[in-house]
């Protein structure tokens, strides 16, 4: 089942989420992620350049393309469980909460783990799957720091981090 994009082409959609977000369906069930991400909400100004990166998409993107709301704009420094992988019951939920609530703890105790602010640039949309996604350049070392906190914690806790999925 496509949507009709640019001219009379029919556009299939690359990811059934964003297919459920353009549609403004619901999103409470059928999926469940877990994401550590900083700079959340992102600093008015940066949301500012949002709005006006947003308004010109909107005049040329197909009009059932879904553009993330400026709420939601964040800097993923690790994705534990990917929201793609569906729902999770609260049972799971609550073994999800007992797997890495001490591996997120274990890693923010370390002391290279950052403290106190730190800058990151944005830089330019870039198409990464179905989504259009913005890098940030870590200017102090922060996420980096975290990043390789995690690394440290998650093989402490006897697993293997599994790297370069796209963030």
Not at 17 to 38: I, N, Q, S, Y
Not at 95 to 103: H, K, S
Not at 148 to 163: D, K, P, V
């Amino acid at each position: 089942q496509g949507l009709r994009g640019r001219g009379s082409v029919p556009m299939a959609w690359a990811n059934a989420f964003v297919t459920r977000l353009a549609v403004g369906e619901p999103m409470e069930h059928g999926c469940c992620g877990l994401v550590l991400h900083c700079s959340w909400p992102m600093p008015e100004p940066v949301l500012a350049q949002y709005r006006e990166i947003k308004a010109a998409l909107q005049k040329v993107m197909p009009p059932e393309a879904y553009i993330y709301p400026e709420e939601t704009l964040h800097c993923t420094v690790c994705t534990l469980r990917s929201f793609m992988a569906g729902d999770l019951d609260e049972t799971a939920r609550a073994r999800e909460r007992e797997r890495w609530l001490p591996v997120l703890e274990a890693a923010r105790a370390m002391p290279a783990w950052p403290s106190g602010t730190f800058r990151l640039l944005m830089g330019r949309p870039t198409l990464e799957g179905s989504a259009g996604i913005f890098r940030f350049e870590d200017l102090d070392g922060a996420v980096i720091a975290m990043r390789s906190c995690l690394r440290e914690a998650i093989r402490s806790a006897g697993g293997i981090a599994a790297e370069g999925g796209g963030d």
